[in-house]
C-alpha cells in the first residue's frame, strides 16, 4: 500500500539532545512537508522541500534542521536550541510541481522532552 | 497573505443533528479547497475538496460547495454519528503551499 511511514511514534527526549524523526513516502511524491501541532492549535509548518536536494523554511523553522538527499525520504532533526519541543509532528507529502493536489499525511510523531 | 479562517470549536451535537462548520478564505489568485478529518492521535485524513469555483465536494454524507463570491467553503453535513467525533481542518493551497485554519473539534454525542 502506498503512503507516508513516521517514525518513531513515540519518542522521549532529555534536555540538550538533538533528535531526528523519519519521514519515507512511496508515492512517488516531489513535495514534502513538516508541521508542527501543539494542542488546540492548527498545524504549523517547519520545513518543506519541492525536489530532491532542496528545502525551504517553513513558519518555525528556528531550531529545525532537514534533508532531502532521496525523493522518498525526509527526516527531521529537532536539535537543542529548539526552545520548547514538546509537540506532535506531522510529516506530508504531495504531488507538487505545480500539479493540483493533496496532503497526505502521516501517523505523526509525538515528541515529549522530559 | 493567504489565510483561512474557520469556526471556533469545540462543537457539541446530539446524534442526526445538521451540521455546519464555517470556512472562509483569503488568496490572491485561484486556490485549491480542502477539508480534512483528524482523529485523536492519528494525522490528517482528506475529507473532501474542490478545485474551482462553484465545485461542490461530497464525501461520507459531508459537502462543502467552493463559493468564490463569498470566499467560503463551508462544511456540512446532514445528520451526524458519534464516529463522526473528530477535529475539522480546512485548507488552501496555491502553488504547492498549504494553509491551514486553527481546526474545529466536534463531539457527538448519543
Known amino acids: 500500500d502506498g503512503g507516508i511511514t513516521q517514525s518513531p511514534k513515540y519518542l522521549f527526549r532529555k534536555e540538550g539532545q538533538n533528535v531526528t524523526l523519519s519521514c519515507e513516502q512511496n508515492?512517488?511524491?516531489?513535495?514534502m512537508y513538516w508541521y508542527r501541532q501543539d494542542p488546540g492549535q492548527g498545524l504549523r509548518l517547519i520545513y518543506y522541500?519541492?525536489?530532491?536536494?532542496?528545502?525551504q523554511k517553513g513558519d518555525i523553522a528556528e531550531g529545525y534542521s532537514v534533508s532531502r538527499e532521496k525523493k522518498e525520504s525526509f527526516p527531521l532533526t529537532v536539535t537543542s536550541a529548539q526552545k520548547n519541543p514538546t509537540a506532535f509532528y506531522l510529516c506530508?507529502?504531495?504531488?507538487?510541481?505545480?500539479?493540483?493536489?493533496?496532503?497526505?499525511f502521516g501517523e505523526g510523531s509525538r515528541l515529549t522532552v522530559l | 497573505g493567504d489565510s483561512v479562517t474557520q469556526m471556533e470549536g469545540p462543537v457539541t451535537l446530539s446524534e442526526e443533528a445538521f451540521l455546519t462548520i464555517n470556512c472562509t478564505y483569503t488568496?490572491?489568485?485561484?486556490?485549491?479547497l480542502f477539508w480534512y478529518v483528524q482523529y485523536p492521535g492519528e494525522g490528517l485524513q482528506l475529507l473532501l475538496k474542490?478545485?474551482?469555483?462553484?465545485d461542490k465536494g461530497s464525501n461520507k454524507g459531508f459537502e462543502a460547495t467552493y463559493r468564490k463570491e463569498t470566499t467560503s467553503f463551508h462544511l456540512e453535513k446532514g445528520s451526524v454519528q458519534v464516529s463522526d467525533s473528530a477535529v475539522y481542518f480546512c485548507?488552501?493551497?496555491?502553488?504547492?503551499?498549504?494553509?491551514f485554519g486553527t481546526g474545529t473539534s466536534l463531539t457527538v454525542i448519543p
Open positions: 506530508a507529502s504531495s504531488i507538487g510541481r505545480g500539479r493540483d493536489g493533496e496532503l497526505f
Open positions: 508515492l512517488n511524491h516531489d513535495a
Open positions: 522541500s519541492q525536489i530532491v536536494n532542496d528545502f
Open positions: 488568496a490572491t489568485g485561484y486556490p485549491s
Open positions: 474542490a478545485t474551482k469555483a462553484d
Open positions: 485548507a488552501l493551497e496555491t502553488g504547492n503551499q498549504f494553509y
